[in-house]
């Protein structure tokens, strides 16, 4: 079993096909199916099902993706060591936070840890980081959540050992446009009933929380990211739970008001791997983000 190996593997992995992993890789499609083939052989297993629709993981391929990740991280790690480098920190974040709230982090990491090379990886899946986070892709993730547990917003938790901390709240307002029957009086969610909640897809974290404030009897309004939540809003076609940070600016300029419904605050919450927290880039967010 090779370094090399290990890289074409996660490259098919990723990619689905020889020919696309090939390309990402910058080698020839019959040197990409070579190396598979010798993996297989060095492991005695076949870690692909070849079907016409590109490259499938078996089982033993989908329980060797996890080990690939962390030998060539191993691998990186020696290197940087031995070199006395710094490894590049790599950090993920939804793209709804990334504008506003990483900055913040980033500018936190620096203080404590000037110089670190640090990239931040920009994802609207919330899957996809915690995956990366696991497969040790990311150094860490931030994302939003809900109370003390990972995954108390109400997202699934995919199974593997996954730390976090909180590192800042993010304010929510319930907001309508000016004259809108419910504005200027205390409301309870059953006031709500009938009205039309404007909401992105199901795993957004503001329709999350908007799930656990106002329960099912506020009519769900598909209007797409916060940009078009808001902008529906101050038309008047529904009522919006978005972050204060998203509608500031329209609250203080009398486009929206804030209905008198308190909401939730959700927390900023880091969340890495425990089976790589040793690594070096690891423990330096973490020096960071808990000062």
């Known amino acids: 079993m090779e370094l090399r190996q290990l890289r074409t593997f996660e490259a098919v992995l990723r990619h689905g096909t020889v020919t696309e992993a090939a390309h990402a890789i910058g080698l020839a499609p019959s040197s990409v199916s070579a190396q598979i083939r010798e993996l297989e052989k060095s492991l005695g297993i076949a870690l692909f099902d070849r079907t016409p629709g590109g490259m499938r993981a078996t089982g033993a391929g989908e329980r ?3 080990w690939a990740r962390r030998l060539l991280e191993q691998a990186e790690r020696a290197v940087s060591e031995v070199r006395g480098s710094t490894r590049t920190l790599r950090l993920g974040a939804l793209e709804t936070i990334a504008a506003t709230c990483v900055p913040d982090v980033l500018r936190r990491l620096d203080r404590r840890r000037p110089g ?26 931030l994302l939003l959540d809900h109370g003390a547990d990972l995954g108390g917003l109400g997202f699934p938790i995919p199974p593997g050992p996954l730390g976090s901390l909180d590192v ?3 304010a929510l307002d319930l907001v309508a446009a000016p004259g809108h029957r ?27 929380a908007a799930d656990r404030l106002l329960g099912p009897e506020v009519r769900r309004v598909d209007a797409g990211g916060v940009a078009v939540m808001r902008a529906w809003a101050e038309q008047g076609l529904g009522i919006a739970l978005l972050p204060r940070f998203a509608v ?33 880039e690891v423990r330096e967010l973490l020096y960071a983000a808990s000062g």
Not at 116 to 141: C, I, K, N, Y
Not at 259 to 278: F, H, I, K, N
């Open 182 to 208: 419910l504005v200027g009086r205390p409301l309870v969610p059953a006031d709500l009933a009938g009205e039309n909640l404007l909401v992105n897809v199901a795993a957004c974290s503001f329709r999350l």
């Open 116 to 141: 670190l090379p640090v990239e931040v990886r920009v994802a609207t899946s919330r899957d996809l980081l915690l995956a990366e986070v696991l497969s040790g892709e990311l150094a860490a993730a």
């Open 64 to 66: 060797m993706a996890h």
């Open 248 to 280: 500031a600016e329209a609250l203080r300029s009398g486009y929206l008001v804030r209905l008198g419904l308190p909401a939730p605050e959700l927390r900023l919450r880091l969340v890495w791997s425990t089976a790589l927290e040793e690594a070096p």
């Open 168 to 170: 800042d709240t993010v």
